[in-house]
């Protein structure tokens, strides 16, 4: 008997290994390509507001972080940097500074979807028509599956 527990035990923890490395592993594997960095500092150019993404805010580990600079337009957002990799990653506009999970459930109510992410080496996304985004004061990175916060930045 013991020796069945002890078998059913190490599978199950070698079961529930594999499908964190799965969850984790997977973003990055199916993944496109990051859009070209010429690209991307060529479309910031035209942005309204900048500001940078940090790795220190109080929602951000290990696992969940931004770094590099979004720039903002009336018609694009473009991240110049990296994100950590991770499943349904989206980006959205609110009006307050949010800097972990709970701050942003709190809002998210009023947040404005902006586009999924698929690539974490930056991204360019379009801003849906009828999004003002001089109405709005800051970019969030959210991981729908998971409800984590990712990283956020100020611009106005």
Known sequence: MRRLITFLTTHAIAVAIGFALGVYLLPILTAPSSPDAAMLEEKAQ??????????????????????????????????EGKLAPGPD??????????????????????????????????????????????????VVVWCESFGEFITAAKYR
């Open 46 to 79: 035209s942005a309204l507001f900048t500001a940078e993404l940090t790795r220190d805010l109080k929602g951000s580990d290990f696992l969940h972080w931004g770094e590099g600079t979004i720039s903002v337009s009336t018609t694009e957002i473009v991240h």
């Open 89 to 138: 990653y989206m980006v959205y506009l609110t009006n307050e500074f949010v800097e972990d999970e709970a701050e942003f459930e709190a809002i998210k109510g009023n947040a404005r979807l902006i586009a999924p992410v698929k690539t974490f080496g930056g991204f360019l996304l379009s801003v849906p028509e009828g999004v003002d985004v001089n109405a709005h004061t800051t």
